[in-house]
T-cell receptor, first 115, second 116 residues
Framework: DTAVSQTPKYLVTQMGNDKSIKCEQNLGHDTMYWYKQDSKKFLKIMFSYNNKELIINETVPNRFSPKSPDKAHLNLHINSLELGDSAVYFC??????????????FGSGTRLTVV | AQSVTQLDSHVSVSEGTPVLLRCNYS??????LFWYVQHPNKGLQLLLKYTSAATLVKGINGFEAEFKKSETSFHLTKPSAHMSDAAEYFCVVSDGTRRNNNDMRFGAGTRLTVKP
């Protein structure tokens, strides 16, 4: 069974469109995250959610909005897509408050290409 | 705030020779340190972690890392490289404070190439 699953795996879309990436974890973790990996492989945290509460928002444009219907899901919605949004987006989860002890479990990533 | 520096963006070794991927960290508190591996077009997989227990940490696939507080280092090593080790490797630090315990800082990554 996949622990952290993201869909879709690949997403190609035109500038200006609105798109969503879904993430689900079946590990019983309390905290979920979204990371963006750019073309140089640099990973930057975008959001984390703990019990439906936003904990971190690292200067991400407000075109990006995380949506968490329950603690097993953290979806990423992006409005008005721009060329610079092209990247690989990773979802991750951890036990509540202790990623520094247990680390993250990552999804396999969603490669977003904006044309 | 914590930070991490991976000293080499690219390391190339021959199959069967030792691997050394270097990582230095900065942290105001007792850090937790991790190494993750990312194979081409794949997600990130945890290789090993240090969380204030034994300073020599053994991970999967024969990798290990040693936490050296005096040198603020957490270098990743493997005695003998295998072709399947070719991947991107990320060193990660968390300063472990209650306030920032969801704050994990990733290094820029080191691409490991293994030559036949």
């Amino acid at each position: 069974d996949t622990a952290v699953s993201q869909t879709p795996k690949y997403l190609v879309t035109q500038m200006g469109n609105d798109k969503s990436i879904k993430c689900e974890q079946n590990l019983g973790h309390d905290t979920m995250y979204w990371y963006k990996q750019d073309s140089k492989k640099f990973l930057k945290i975008m959001f984390s959610y703990n019990n439906k509460e936003l904990i971190i928002n690292e200067t991400v444009p407000n075109r990006f909005s995380p949506k968490s219907p329950d603690k097993a899901h953290l979806n990423l919605h992006i409005n008005s897509l721009e060329l610079g949004d092209s990247a690989v987006y990773f979802c991750a989860s951890s036990r509540r408050g202790t990623p520094g002890v247990w680390g993250y479990t990552f999804g396999s990533g969603t490669r977003l290409t904006v044309v | 705030a914590q930070s991490v520096t991976q000293l080499d963006s690219h390391v190339s070794v021959s199959e069967g020779t030792p691997v050394l991927l270097r990582c230095n960290y900065s942290s105001s508190y007792s850090p937790s340190l991790f190494w993750y591996v990312q194979h081409p077009n794949k997600g990130l997989q945890l290789l090993l972690k240090y969380t204030s227990a034994a300073t020599l940490v053994k991970g999967i696939n024969g990798f290990e890392a040693e936490f050296k507080k005096s040198e603020t280092s957490f270098h990743l090593t493997k005695p003998s490289a295998h072709m399947s080790d070719a991947a991107e490797y990320f060193c990660v630090v968390s300063d472990g404070t209650r306030r920032n315990n969801n704050d994990m800082r990733f290094g820029a990554g080191t691409r490991l190439t293994v030559k036949p």
